[in-house]
């Protein structure tokens, strides 16, 4: 066996790290475009600095925080299938 990794791992590290830099390209030109673009809100909060990040990230936290919470409710035990008798 060899320490090496395979050819497709190395393509795929590639592909990511290029994925990643072009992610940040355009975070980075849309970060700038908010300085210099007026965006017409309808309540004034929107007008403000980077809202629509800060208020897609929030978002994005609350779902995963409410999914974790319902998981918990929901959630059987691990061997819940397995009590009792068969129907064989």
């Known amino acids: 066996m060899t320490d090496r ?9 590639k592909m990511g ?11 980075i030109i849309l970060a ?3 300085l210099f673009l007026h965006r017409h809100g309808v309540a004034p909060i ?6 629509p990040a800060i208020f897609g990230f929030l978002a994005f ?3 995963v925080q ?3 919470w319902l998981r918990q409710m929901i959630m059987r035990p691990e061997d819940y ?8």
Do not use: R
Request: no cysteine; charged share 30%; net charge negative.
């Open 46 to 51: 929107e007008d403000s600095f980077m809202f």
């Open 32 to 34: 700038v475009l908010e």
């Open 66 to 68: 409410v999914g974790k």
């Open 81 to 88: 299938y397995e009590g009792g008798e068969s129907d064989d």
């Open 5 to 13: 990794p395979s050819e497709t791992t190395t393509d795929m590290q």
């Open 61 to 63: 936290v609350f779902i």
């Open 17 to 27: 790290k290029h994925f990643t830099k072009f992610l940040l390209g355009i975070a």
